[in-house]
């Protein structure tokens, strides 16, 4: 079955800018997470989707938001860029119905903020 | 959730080697413990888990050790190859929670 795609790969924005991200999970999986991943500072946790409701939420600005579809794929938006929001965005889709399920990630989007 | 800590950001081993990754928690209501491996331009896959209610665990050349009174984990992968060179993060399941809490990681090296 296809994997958990995620779009653009690549993009580029200058500071004040808006992006938005998309994430299409495994067929079946009603968890979508999101994550932001910086060199030395690991996979920090954005904000997960399950249903369509937000149901966890991590220590980041208002900036960054997220919704889910009814076809559970994702989309996470961030408002006013700032150079420091140059990383790398990964999702990761699971079934959601299990404290221990596994965590299918995409290739992520890599955004650049000049 | 509580974050988990490393005791080293790099580690260098050579080839054939055992590497063994450490790992802290904080939350004593941490339920489940995934280890994920992130190979260079990759996505992060899960390798081995453990859940609270177990000491250990062993997969095909990694083992995971849980020390619940100390709040310590550990990876050891035995007879490492240079495939095994990547980040591996140790992550945290807190009582609850669907999603699991990362650590920074521990990039791997290993040396032909």
């Known amino acids: 079955k296809a994997g958990v795609t995620q779009t653009p790969r690549y993009l580029i924005k200058t500071r004040g800018q808006q992006v938005t991200l998309s994430c299409s999970p495994i067929?079946?999986?009603?968890?979508v997470s999101w994550y932001q991943q910086t060199p030395g500072q690991g996979l920090q946790f954005l904000f997960e989707y399950f249903s369509e409701t937000q149901r966890n939420k991590g220590n980041f600005p208002g900036r960054f938001s997220g919704r889910q579809f009814s076809n559970s794929r994702s989309e996470m938006n961030v408002s006013t860029l700032e150079l420091g929001d140059s990383a790398l965005y990964l999702c990761a889709s699971s079934l959601g119905s299990s404290e221990t399920g596994e965590l299918f990630f995409g290739e992520g989007s890599r955004l650049t903020v000049l | 959730g509580e974050s988990v800590g490393l005791h080293l950001p790099t580690l260098s081993v050579q080839e054939g080697d055992s590497a063994v990754i450490k790992c802290t928690y904080s939350?004593?209501?941490?339920?489940?413990f995934p280890w994920y491996k992130q190979e260079l331009g990759k996505r992060p896959q899960l390798i081995i888990d453990i859940r609270s209610n177990m000491d250990k665990r062993q997969g095909q050349r990694v083992t995971v050790l849980l020390n619940k009174t100390v709040k310590h984990l550990s990876l050891q992968i035995a007879a490492t190859q240079p495939g095994d060179s990547a980040v591996y993060f140790c992550?945290?399941?807190?009582?609850?929670?669907?999603?699991?809490?990362f650590g920074r990681g521990t990039s791997l090296i290993v040396h032909p």
């Open positions: 992550a945290e399941n807190t009582g609850g929670s669907y999603i699991p809490t």
């Open positions: 067929s079946g999986h009603r968890s």
């Open positions: 939350d004593s209501a941490s339920n489940y």
